[in-house]
């Protein structure tokens, strides 16, 4: 176990270059790309005094090292500035109103992304070389090619405008919101027993969720496939189904083999995902980080734009993290 | 003599999937360049002039109806080929160029240098790309030439990562090794021994992050950081008819979207069926 600590401590440090790359990177394209952010996101129309007292506003004006070590010691302070529209409020305040709505749209669309391809790879798998087995390995290209917002609007058409059936936009119905303890609505509404607002809350995330889900479920039913028709081919399985052990315990034994690598997919489809979220929110008025980001770029709110971004990159680096963490739990190969 | 290896490999190998899988896909992606390419000779209306009523649902006189201008949306559809096609290939072709030379030199030479761009390019991968792509299409502003560049440098590390593992591969083979014995210099030795031997994955990784760059297009555009009205393009398409969905007029966003799923599946399919086509047993 002690190596496992070892392995745990080394990469928990790993994470600071990888944040501090990905920091420098958001810094380099926000202000050092050819152009003025604050003059390209106003436009020209607006007096040239403005546009200064705006760059002010967002610390601008100063040489560029500098904003570069202030931005760097702000957010590892957790000061994101403030928004440069109404309130101003600070950028992180409006970021931790936002997030949880991303964060739960992503749980519901990456769970239903793994059942989705588990079932349909596992499917073809036994099946391998049958018409079931061609039609799932379509699907796993043809899910992948589908344009989110137009999938999404095919769904939002289906059940929300022709069969009436769930609402298509929003997280839930204005006035029904659970207490809140953890924002995320379906948990709130389940540790409150608020079964209306639980019903409301499910019929909300259900379609953006799938769509999310449908669209990430093809690598999963490919690599899963695949895995299985090789665990499937491993002596081990030959040697049970020659003892003549019962074939649902063969599936269960074949299954926990072939799950292994699907892990890693799911470290690796996380950016995906979030990319994903992005234009699922926007098909679905959902209240999330990505409609907060494209709002605030339409309202020409700089500091909120960067905040946005920074927490992306702080996100996707912790959730590598975790997932590498994982992955060193479940497989005692890897250790340093 | 690389083509003519790709034609033979795709007209008489016998493998059927992979073949099927190239031919569906090279179907696809040149119907769609046709369209692109004779636009104003198959389009049948002014794709941004009125040519009817409102909203008028499809029929012989509009083959996929007429959107919330009464402008023809097959029309419109043929002509929006040409901006996609555009900004996703001349995108991919910049992510190329810079991609695959960074990644050759990385792997070949190896050592501090190859470690920073490593994780350089390990970082921008690892990060969403539509929303990379979003923050540097925001800061220049919406235009097509600003989308061109925010998507190639979305891709750049898609190729550098392939290129760089083929060349770190291929630099220990033998006829590198010989190479280097009778004293062919690096820069030979990357463009004669090493660059032929990658160019079928160069065309596999093409087609693929092709297939991926139609999606990231379509999203930008849809999202309003490509073209504003009335210049038609298929993502854009999409965000104009979402207003008029919940009142049930499916044919704004139906065909569009379609054809954005056809073109990204057309080069999905080239790609996956030439990677089975060059790494056999993979399949099973």
Redesign the interface.
């Known amino acids: 176990m002690a190596s496992l600590k070892a392995y745990i401590v080394t990469r928990a440090l790993l994470v600071i270059?990888?944040i501090l790359?990905?920091l420098t990177?958001?810094f380099f394209?926000?202000r050092i790309?050819?152009?003025d952010?604050i003059a390209?996101?106003v436009g020209q129309k607006v007096p040239p005094e403005v546009v200064e007292k705006l760059r002010e506003e967002a610390g601008l004006n100063k040489p560029l090292l500098i904003q570069y070590f202030e931005y760097l010691f702000n957010i590892a302070r957790g000061d994101f500035g403030k928004s440069m529209i109404w309130g101003k409020r600070p950028v992180i305040d409006e970021i931790m109103i936002r997030f949880p709505a991303t964060l739960e749209l992503t749980i519901f669309g990456f769970a239903l992304s793994v059942l989705i391809g588990v079932i349909t790879g596992a499917i073809a798998a036994f099946r391998?070389g049958s018409k079931v087995d061609a039609s799932m390995r379509i699907y796993s290209?043809?899910a992948?090619?589908?344009?989110?917002?137009?999938?999404g609007?095919?769904l939002?058409?289906i059940f929300?405008?022709?069969f009436r059936l769930l609402p298509?936009g929003g997280r839930i119905t204005p006035g029904s919101e659970p207490n809140t303890m953890t924002s995320l609505y379906v948990l709130d509404s389940i540790l409150t027993l608020n079964f209306n607002a639980l019903a409301d809350s499910l019929s909300h995330i259900f379609l953006p969720a799938l769509t999310l889900g449908i669209v990430l479920s093809g690598a999963y039913t490919r690599l899963l496939r695949?895995n299985l028709?090789d665990v499937l081919s491993q002596d081990f399985i030959v040697a049970y189904r020659a003892r003549g052990v019962k074939e649902r315990k063969v599936v269960k034994h074949a299954m926990k083999n072939a799950f292994i690598p699907v892990i890693t997919l799911m470290g690796l489809q996380f950016?995906?995902l979030?990319?994903?979220a992005?234009?699922t929110e926007?098909?679905f008025s959902w209240p999330g980080m990505g409609t907060f980001?494209?709002e605030r770029?339409q309202y020409r709110d700089y500091t909120s734009?960067q905040g946005a971004?920074v927490f992306?990159?702080l996100f996707?680096?912790l959730i590598?993290l975790v997932v590498d963490i994982v992955y060193a739990l479940l497989d005692p190969r890897i250790r340093y | 003599m690389e083509v003519k290896n790709l034609a033979t490999t795709i007209f008489r190998i016998p493998e059927v999937e992979g073949r099927w899988m190239v031919m569906s896909g090279l179907a696809i992606v040149c119907i769609v360049l046709i369209m692109a390419i004779f636009a104003p000779l198959i389009a049948p209306y002014d794709p941004t002039k009125s040519s009817g009523e409102i909203l008028e649902a499809p029929s012989m006189k509009h083959l996929m109806g007429t959107d919330n201008l009464g402008r023809d949306i097959f029309s419109r559809i043929i002509y929006g080929s040409r901006v996609v096609l555009m900004v996703v290939f001349s995108a991919s072709l910049v992510s190329m160029s810079i991609g695959v030379p960074i990644g050759l030199i990385s792997g070949y030479f190896g050592g501090k240098l190859d470690r920073a761009i490593s994780m350089l390019m390990d970082s921008m991968y690892a990060f969403p790309s539509l929303i990379l792509a979003i923050a540097i299409a925001a800061v220049l502003g919406p235009s097509v030439v600003n989308a061109v560049v925010a998507i190639s440098v979305v891709y750049v590390p898609t190729y550098f990562r392939m290129i760089r593992g083929q060349t770190l591969s291929l630099k220990s083979r033998l006829f590198v090794e010989a190479a280097k014995a009778i004293g062919a210099k690096d820069t030979r030795i990357m463009g004669r021994y090493i660059l032929p031997n990658i160019v079928t994955t160069v065309v596999v990784v093409f087609s693929l992050s092709v297939a991926d760059a139609i999606l990231t297009e379509a999203g930008l555009s849809f999202l309003g950081f490509i073209v504003t009205a009335p210049t038609p393009d298929w993502g854009f398409e999409l965000s104009a008819g979402r207003p008029y969905l919940p009142a049930g007029y499916w044919w704004m966003i139906t065909f569009p979207g379609l054809m954005v799923m056809l073109l990204s599946l057309g080069f999905a399919l080239i790609g996956e069926g030439l990677s089975e086509i060059y790494a056999p047993g993979r399949e099973r």
């Not at chain 1, 992948?144 to 999938?151: A, G, M, Q, S």
């Open positions: 270059p990888t790359i990905l990177l958001v394209i926000l790309l050819p152009g952010p390209a996101m391998r290209i043809v992948y090619t589908l344009f989110i917002p137009w999938f609007m095919l939002q058409m929300g405008v022709y298509i695949n028709i950016a995906i979030l990319a994903g992005v234009l926007t098909t980001l494209l770029i734009v971004i992306y990159a996707v680096a590598s």
